[in-house]
């Protein structure tokens, strides 16, 4: 028998009576409409905008164990919201929106020990010496999984972030360190393992915080004198997400009370996790002693996207919107805008701003024109240092080396590649690179700029290189 939405919804509809109340039942799920079934979405139409508000907000898990049960796991629903009698309109118009499928993370509840007996502890049924405390978890319900998508660039990352909410404190990515470039999704999947494992584990605690904040509470404690409290605070937590690690860089207090914290965690087989925007390796001032805790676990590298995975996240953003634009339109962002995943979409927003408060039609042209602004703005970016870093990085060395005397030849060849690329990439005279790679004169610009071209012509894996480093430049 083929499947209709009506006889979706029905089947769905018996499984929410039977696990919520008749007055819930005939007050939320009575006036919804099956409207539309096409491959594994689901459209239902609701009366209004607070109606779809409310059933996402109490509803949304029970209404995808429904679905799922009648579509698979790849179900999608959608809500038509029927707007009567808009500003004189006669005719009804539907806006369109996806289900988050997830409802907002809940403040946690946790059991403190109190340091001294309140004398206010009248409740009978509190137990002397414990009090308890709600402690939001800081997670963003819209940085989750089903959102982040998969790719050669990020998979290892998201695979240990699967692997630890599945276990959380109880693999060997513990800490679990998550470094890349700005605007390639290291918040967004922190965030998601910690909304995975408080769907699998409610009754973890789980806490997301930046080093900044973290920083900042700290020094606070320090100025009312409650430091042991704040330590005491975080030993508490089960899993604990700290964003731009780096941050902690040169506060040394801040560095101290950490590694005391982590301590703690990791030998009661509490989960941390850490993001960066650098490896362990390139961090300045931090201590060692930290540096070697976070090389315990495992450091996964979050790449630029590459294209299909560029498509997909553009598609999930229009999806998201509930908004429609041709797949040429979408393949053309997606082509050349490479830098990160946050100009992606920053683009894509652009463009439907651009097409809506202009009252154009997005087309190819209009497309053009705004992602021309974003490629142009990336490329304004590229100086002397960042070539640098960018040679630097991709032979494994620190830029210390790169500039150094030495005339070992694999030192010798970034060097002369990195003076080839500031030649290339930026309007600065030979004198101004040499000066800056190491503090040579113009005749070794020229001289290195030469070597380059010979040996591309003639040395496969110099061109290899060239080929890899321009890319990363090009972006």
């Known amino acids: 028998m083929t499947k209709t939405a009506q006889s979706v919804w029905e089947n769905c509809l018996l499984f929410i009576k039977d696990n919520i109340q008749d007055q819930a039942y005939k007050t939320w799920f009575e006036p919804i409409r099956a409207v539309e079934l096409t491959d594994s979405a689901l459209y239902i139409q609701v009366p209004s905008k607070f109606f ?8 949304v898990k029970l209404l995808k164990v429904a679905l799922t049960k009648e579509l698979g796991n790849s179900a999608k629903l959608l809500y038509k919201i029927k707007m009567e009698n808009t500003y004189g309109n006669k005719q009804p118009f539907t806006e369109q929106l996806p289900s988050a499928h997830r409802s907002p993370v809940k403040p946690q ?21 414990i009090r308890n405390l709600k402690i939001e978890s800081q997670l963003n319900a819209n940085y989750n999984f089903d959102n982040f998508f998969e790719g050669d660039a990020n ?150 996207p590459d294209y299909e995975t560029r498509v997909s996240i553009l598609n999930n953003i229009l999806y998201r919107d509930g908004v429609v ?45 705004v992602v021309e602004k974003f490629v142009k703005n990336v490329k304004r970016e590229i100086s002397i240092d960042y070539i640098q870093k960018v040679v630097s990085d991709y032979f494994q060395l620190d830029v210390d080396t790169l500039q150094s005397k ?33 503090d040579r004169d113009h005749a070794t610009v020229l001289h290195a700029c030469k070597t380059v ?11 290899k290189f060239v080929d890899d480093i321009n890319k990363k430049l090009s972006i």
Not at 52 to 59: D, F, K, S, T, V
Not at 243 to 260: A, E, I, N, P, Y
Not at 274 to 296: C, G, N, Y
């Open 406 to 438: 030495t005339r070992k030849r694999h030192v010798v060849q970034a060097r002369q590649l990195a003076m080839f690329f500031a030649k290339k990439f930026t309007k600065a005279s030979l004198a101004n690179i040499g000066s800056q790679i190491g």
């Open 325 to 369: 634009i041709p797949d040429e339109i979408v393949e053309y962002v997606a082509k050349n805008i490479k830098s990160n995943v946050r100009e992606l979409e920053g683009a894509l927003i652009s463009l439907i701003a651009q097409s809506s408060f202009n009252h154009r039609e997005v087309n190819l042209e209009l497309a053009k024109m």
């Open 155 to 304: 998979r290892l990352a998201r695979s240990a972030g699967m692997a630890v909410a599945n276990k959380p404190g109880g693999t060997s990515f513990n800490p679990l360190l998550i470094f890349g470039g700005v605007g390639l999704g290291k918040t967004h999947l922190a965030h998601a393992i910690g909304i995975e494992i408080k769907d699998k584990y409610p009754e973890k605690t789980v806490l997301y915080i930046s080093a900044e904040i973290f920083t900042q509470q700290y020094i606070d404690s320090v100025k009312r004198n409650t430091r042991n409290d704040f330590i005491h605070f975080y030993q508490l937590i089960d899993v604990l997400i700290i964003d731009d690690v780096q941050f902690l860089s040169g506060k040394t207090g801040t560095q101290d009370v950490f590694f005391h914290i982590f301590n703690h965690l990791h030998q009661n087989g509490k989960q941390v996790i850490l993001t960066s925007d650098k490896a362990p390796v390139d961090m300045q001032d931090i201590e060692q002693r930290l540096l070697s805790r976070f090389k315990w676990g495992l450091s996964a590298e979050l790449h630029q």
């Open 52 to 59: 779809y508000e409310w059933l996402e907000e109490h509803y």
């Open 109 to 129: 509840e946790v059991d403190v020990p109190l340091q001294n007996k309140n004398p206010e502890l009248k409740n009978p049924f509190i137990i002397p010496g």
């Open 453 to 463: 071209d010979n040996l591309v012509s003639t040395d496969k894996q110099f061109r």
